[in-house]
């Protein structure tokens, strides 16, 4: 074989057996180094669970300010201020309430020229930073607004309707009879109906982009309820007084509708189903 063609295959024979010294070089490092490695892997992880103990293991360094003010001065001054916090309350600044309350009122009179009112406000009244919403005849409500920021929520303060206006009551009064003023103060609403019935109008405010328009129809329809239940407790009254046997009441609640049914002469209560059922006068408020 010519020295040419020799060369190539022993080329190739020493370039593998490099390769494969290499490897047999990497490998006699590596069993050398290893057990060194696990020690200090093992040490590694010995040292941070021991950081771990020190600071429960250490002892308490001693407080020397502390002792002298005690044994020298018989007291102890450097407790928290936090703890004098709550003790004596910060006093907070001076406002004047009379320009606070007058800007309050500037930007109510702003919020209330841009909002839909409903016409049957007849009286609206802004005063002390709040404004008076009255429907004559029949309920208020006191709103205020929070904060100066253009887009914040109006809130509700009261709500009060005429059945429980003292000078309402007393002027009725003059003209009623006494069992409709007994009927009046059975039905009037108590401050737990208001209290509910103002965060009813609050929800509605603060979902609706006309709030001045949705509390006027929550109030409207509270009240229109509350009236027809007056009504029909007059009406059990005449069933069963001067008018028994000439006129039937009955209140739907769902529908918010009072069916009162009427005849000139007396009947039965039989014949008075009879003539229901071929013709009845139906009178809804």
């Not at 360094?61 to 703890?83: E, K, M």
């Not at 009072?258 to 059922?277: F, M, S």
């Amino acid at each position: 074989m010519r020295e040419d063609e020799r060369r190539e295959p022993l080329l190739a024979h020493l370039q593998s057996s490099r390769k494969r010294f290499a490897q047999l070089l990497a490998i006699l490092k590596w069993s050398q180094t290893q057990t060194y490695r696990n020690n200090v892997n093992e040490t590694n992880d010995r040292l941070f669970f021991m950081h771990a103990d020190l600071n429960r293991a250490k002892e308490r360094r001693y407080d020397l300010s502390t002792a002298v003010d005690v044994l020298y001065g018989g007291s102890y001054l450097r407790l928290p201020t936090i703890i004098k916090n709550a003790m004596f309350p910060r006093e907070l600044p001076e406002v004047d309430t009379e320009q606070a309350a007058t800007e309050v009122a500037d930007i109510i009179r702003f919020r209330l020229i841009e909002a839909e009112i409903p016409e049957q406000f007849s009286n609206i009244k802004l005063e002390g930073g709040f404004v008076t919403c009255q429907a004559e005849g029949e309920f208020e409500i006191v709103l205020t607004i929070q904060g100066k920021e253009k887009d914040a929520k109006w809130r509700v303060i009261s709500v009060n309707t005429a059945l429980t206006d003292s000078q309402a009551f007393e002027d009725h009064s003059q003209s009623a009879s006494t069992s409709a003023l007994r009927i009046i103060r059975t039905n009037a609403p108590n401050p737990a109906h208001y209290n509910h019935l103002k965060n009813l109008v609050q929800r509605a405010m603060n979902k609706s982009e006309k709030p001045f328009v949705d509390a006027f129809m929550v109030m409207r329809e509270f009240c229109s309820s509350l009236a027809l239940q007056i009504l029909a407790s007059q009406g059990k009254l005449l069933m069963e007084g001067r008018w028994k046997n000439r006129i039937m009441i009955k209140h739907h609640r769902d529908q918010n509708v009072l069916d009162i049914c009427y005849w000139p002469k007396a009947c039965t209560r039989k014949e008075t189903q009879t003539l229901t059922e071929q013709q009845r006068l139906i009178q809804q408020l």
